[in-house]
Nanobody, 117 residues
Framework: QVQLVESGGGLVQPGGSLKLSCAAS????????VGWSRRIPGKERELIAT???????HYAQVAKGRATISRDNAKNMVFLQMNNLGPEDSAIYYC???????????WGQGTQVTVSS
């Protein structure tokens, strides 16, 4: 089962952008559907985007038009680019991966993103 480690979080100015990275180990990501979710304090975890093994992208409404999910199977990595960030985007962002049709699923520990001036 794949292990995931996120990086790239931190403090971002309102209106700014960030690119989160997720490094996988223990298995090859090319068998996995990958995605990003986030947890805003006091709220339930919400899905941001997913990317299938066939490179089909899905975005939650909150991310449409300002987020891009991508993967580099050769490097076993997943990325999330988000633009035009606001304070409401402050959250812990999680990378996740699953093999569709199986119980195989993994989550990273998360990376904190804070949007503030």
């Amino acid at each position: 089962q794949v292990q995931l480690v996120e990086s790239g979080g931190g403090l971002v100015q309102p209106g700014g952008s960030l690119k989160l990275s997720c490094a996988a180990s223990g298995d090859s990501l090319d068998r996995y559907e990958v995605g990003w979710s986030r947890r805003i304090p006091g709220k339930e975890r919400e899905l941001i985007a997913t990317l299938t093994t066939f490179h089909f992208e899905h975005y939650a409404q909150v991310a449409k038009g300002r987020a891009t999910i991508s993967r580099d199977n050769a490097k076993n990595m997943v990325f999330l680019q988000m633009n035009n960030l606001g304070p409401e985007d402050s959250a812990i962002y999680y990378c996740h991966a699953r093999i569709v049709g199986t119980s195989v699923s993994s989550w990273g520990q998360g990376t904190q993103v804070t949007v503030s001036s």
